[in-house]
């Protein structure tokens, strides 16, 4: 199997994970549900994922990124969940946004060759995206990180594991 293969094997079975713990939040409550008062949520993980997704397609893709006003400053670096679902836009709107990202990032990985993987990133990419490929790598260690609070905070809900 290809270096390419794997990573997109990766990718999507990351986003797999993702979001089969997401299938249990149904209520307001549940999408705004924090472990503790700095934590985050579950609607903070999907705008989340949807802003980091669409800052990747910025570097390896830049005419493919969709702006959208004040996501970066509800979901970005830096941003501080709310248990105050009117804070947000309407869940569904996050998560097809989530969704359109992740397909669209898909798309842009699978146009790209074995040797594109090797090419620099744009002047101005923070140092850990060295190169295309470690963009794609980050994606995957980065859902996996807040996928694991996800699964915390789906915990304290009450929910059996997703997986055994």
Avoid at 10 to 36: C, G, I, N
Avoid at 53 to 78: L, T
Wanted: proline share 5%.
């Amino acid at each position: 199997m290809s270096f390419k293969e794997r990573l997109r094997r990766q990718l999507v079975s990351a986003r797999d994970t993702s979001e089969r713990y997401l299938q249990d939040f149904k209520t307001p409550e549940a999408w705004t549900a924090m472990v503790h008062a700095s934590a985050n949520h579950a609607l903070w993980f999907a705008g989340h994922m949807a802003n980091t997704d669409n800052f990747f397609i910025s570097i390896v893709s830049p005419d493919q990124a969709v702006e959208r006003s004040g996501f970066a400053e509800q979901f970005g670096v830096g941003s501080h969940p709310t248990r105050e679902l009117s804070d947000y836009p309407p869940v569904d709107e996050v998560l097809a946004f989530m969704r359109d990202r992740r397909a669209a990032l898909l798309d842009i990985f699978d146009s790209l060759s074995e040797e594109d993987f090797a090419k620099s990133t744009p002047d101005g990419t923070p140092n850990f995206l060295a190169d295309i490929g470690s963009v794609f790598e980050m994606a995957v260690w980065h859902e996996g990180l807040h996928s694991g609070q996800l699964s915390v905070t789906r915990r304290s809900l009450g929910y059996e594991p997703a997986f055994r």
